[in-house]
């Protein structure tokens, strides 16, 4: 399922297998890192407060166009910005 976080008048979207987990990834040190370099409210932030929500069916699309973009990248998870 894909799940979206608000920061900062962007909606940022990643896949996760279930809402406990885009939690888990929302919440991380690490993906709080990642969007610290372009939100402004992130920066020098240790966790994200931001609580994921799923995707509207126009951020499912944008974010399969961009992760269809990347495949073959290799990371962990795939952040698109979709709105």
Same mark, same amino acid.
């Given at each position: 399922m894909i799940y =979206? +976080? @608000?920061v900062?008048?962007? $909606?940022l979207a990643f896949a996760a297998s279930s809402k406990i987990q885009a939690a888990e990834i929302a919440g991380s040190p *690490?993906? #709080?890192? #990642? +969007?610290? &370099? $372009?939100? *402004? @409210?992130? &920066?020098?932030a240790k966790t994200s407060s931001h609580q994921p929500r799923v995707a509207t069916v126009r951020e499912r699309v944008a974010f399969h166009d961009m992760s269809a973009e990347f495949a073959g990248a290799? #990371? @962990?998870i795939l952040? #698109?910005? =979709?709105?």
């Open positions: =979206v +976080i @608000d900062d008048h962007m $909606s *690490r993906f #709080a890192r #990642a +969007i610290g &370099r $372009s939100c *402004r @409210d992130r &920066r020098g290799a #990371a @962990d952040v #698109a910005r =979709v709105g």
